[in-house]
């Protein structure tokens, strides 16, 4: 998962790296993730507000179904979530031990039919180590899902994008990015207006050399997430 901490300061330490403090990196981390949350709870609201304001008198309970299942067959959709989650850097530098840390994501989309959704999807991954080392993936990703059920709950929904690691140990930092698949499976739980989706997901990515931040020297050629 990391990269061999004297091979990092040696070679920064040679390039008078300053790495920022953990504040900076985890407030760049997580700005994209809170970004799209917040515009999809603000879209949805102002959906919300129009949809309350068509007239003073609630719509009758015929009109209010058939608004409901327009709203089920297309529409605007999103996600957001937290959990816990596994990390590792494959390279000749790394140390093989796998991570266990915190993640999030945010998805934004549009329903093309009752069981296929498209949309865009951003995770981060953060693993604070303590003493201003930290570890943190970053991803992007056009996603699609597809419900296997005919009562729409149980689907696969998989991604293609891009990724980056980045590790510092103290002063020193190193950063990879290359394309990305992200696969999950989940099922929809539903309550009144949302919906609780246990899952479960795996993220990889194909490689690419893992560099300095300040010199771009590559002490790996081939780092895969």
């Not at 407030?27 to 999809?40: C, D, E, H, N």
């Not at 570890?135 to 980056?164: E, K, M, N, P, Q």
Request: charged letters at 15%; proline letters at 4%.
């Amino acid at each position: 998962m990391s990269v061999s901490p004297p091979l990092l300061r040696r070679a920064l330490r040679a390039a008078n790296y300053r790495r920022p403090s953990i504040a900076v990196i985890v407030a760049r981390s997580i700005a994209l993730t809170l970004g799209a949350s917040l515009v999809l709870l603000g879209v949805m609201s102002v959906l919300a507000d129009a949809a309350r304001g068509q007239g003073s008198a609630a719509p009758d309970p015929t009109v209010r179904a058939a608004l409901s299942h327009l709203a089920d067959k297309h529409g605007l959709w999103g996600s957001v979530g937290l959990g816990r989650a596994s990390g590792r850097l494959q390279c000749e530098a790394c140390t093989k031990g796998a991570t266990y840390a915190y993640a999030g994501h945010a998805s934004i989309g549009w329903r093309l039919s009752p069981v296929l959704l498209v949309g865009a999807e951003t995770l981060a991954w953060f693993d604070v180590m303590g003493g201003g080392a930290d570890r943190i993936v970053r991803g992007t990703y056009l996603v699609g899902r597809s419900y296997l059920t005919a009562g729409r709950r149980l689907f696969v929904h998989g991604g293609l994008g891009v990724a980056s690691y980045t590790i510092n140990d103290g002063d020193l930092a190193f950063r990879t990015q290359s394309p990305s698949a992200s696969l999950a499976m989940g099922y929809d739980w539903r309550l009144r207006t949302v919906v609780l989706t246990p899952s479960i997901a795996a993220v990889a990515s194909t490689g690419g050399p893992l560099r300095s931040d300040r010199t771009e020297n590559a002490i790996a050629e081939n780092a895969r997430l």
